[in-house]
Structure formats: C-alpha cells, structure tokens
C-alpha cells in the first residue's frame, strides 16, 4: 500500500494526557469528515477543524510503503529512549492498517493514533485519542482518552461516560469565540470532576 502523507515533524504533544512528551507527528492526508477545502467547510461534518491536511506538500510528506516511511519517522525520532509516533490527520485511520502499525513496531515506536472515532481502529495500536464530532456515527468506543472539543451542544458529554475510556478531557475550541469557550470548558470541568481540561499547549508555546 501507498500511505499518503501530509507531513512529519519531531515536536512535543501539545494535548491531552501525554502532554509534554516528545514524539514524532505523522499526519496523514485526507479525512472522511471534510475535505480540508474552506469552500466546503460549511457543509461539512466537521466544520471547526483548525489542521491542513491537504495534498502531501508539508515537511517530509510524500507517498510511503510501510518500510521506508516507518525508517522516515525514526530518522525524525533520532536519540533517545520510549520513541513515540503520533499518527494523526485527518483522519488516520483511513490509511493506519496492519502492515504500517507493524513496520512502526519494528522500528521501536510506541504509536498512538488521534481519530475521530467513525472508523474502527485496527489491533496494535498502543494509544487511541477519540474526539468525536457532534452528527456523526462513533464506533470507536474504547480507547485511552475520549478529546470532547468544547462547546458542541448536539453533544451532551454526560450521555457519553458510559463509553470504555481511561480518560475523558474537554478541550476548549480553538474558535472566534476561545475566550468563552474556555471559561465554558472549565466550568463544566469544575462541575464534573470526571473530566480533565485540555489545552492546546503546542499552539501556546508556538510549537508546530
């Protein structure tokens, strides 16, 4: 197979419970839920994704086999112990498939995968950040961390506890109106002490 790919890039995970952490970003081109065109944005099911993930023009996109990408991502990774792979998008897993998830293994990463959870997640990964989109179908009810961009008012978060995750976050939107989606983010985290805020640290420290 073919991996489209947008870019690769070493930088610290900027969301979530593995905040901090260096790793190496993966990011596939394409997504199920818009094109990544802002002509077709308004009619799409995602409509406030803030990541281009278009063409494979980014640092080091291209098109891959699984080797020669997974020895790419590790010539990003360099020195160090606990290598780390973000595969993230677009949606990943219209391309993360066994023979990739393997290929990373081989070369010694540890991979995580942030997906919008419509799609079924295949065996191996180590990492599965849900963050579902208000409208659509979750399959992916299982993971490590459950990422609600906040706010969605199609989406009421308490409905939604009950899924199999080890972690359940908001993470206010990164919007015209951030301010107040913010302070609406902590207050239902104040309220629900089940949550965890999280913040796009990456974007605060202007990490790519």
């Known amino acids: 197979m073919s991996y489209a790919v947008k870019e690769i890039f070493l930088t610290l995970q900027g969301e979530g419970m593995q905040a901090g952490r260096r790793a190496v970003f993966l990011r596939f081109s394409g997504c199920n839920l818009w094109s990544g065109r802002e002509k077709d944005r308004a009619t799409a099911q ?21 080797a ?3 020895a790419k ?3 990003l990774w360099g ?13 990943p ?9 393997e290929a990373l293994h081989t070369a010694g990463f540890e991979i995580a995968v942030e997906t919008n959870g419509t799609l079924a997640a295949p065996s191996g990964i180590d990492w599965i950040c849900v963050s579902p989109k208000a409208g659509t179908h979750i399959v992916q009810r299982q993971g490590n961390e459950l990422k609600l961009v906040w706010p969605q008012p199609e989406i009421d978060p308490t409905l939604i ?4 995750f ?6 206010p939107m990164d919007c015209q109106e951030g301010e107040a989606a913010l302070r609406q983010s902590i207050a239902f985290v104040m309220a629900n002490p089940r949550w965890r805020l999280s913040l796009q640290t990456h974007k605060l420290l202007g990490l790519p």
């Open 79 to 91: 020195e160090g112990e606990r290598p780390l792979v973000v595969v993230t998008g677009g949606e």
């Open 166 to 171: 080890d972690n359940f976050l908001i993470q």
């Open 46 to 66: 995602c409509t406030f994704c803030d990541t281009d993930f278009v063409g494979v023009d980014g640092a080091s996109g291209g098109r891959y086999d699984a």
């Open 93 to 101: 897993l219209l391309q993360l498939d066994p023979p990739l998830i």
């Open 68 to 70: 020669s990408l997974a």
């Open 73 to 75: 991502v590790l010539s």
């Open 161 to 164: 506890e009950d899924w199999d």
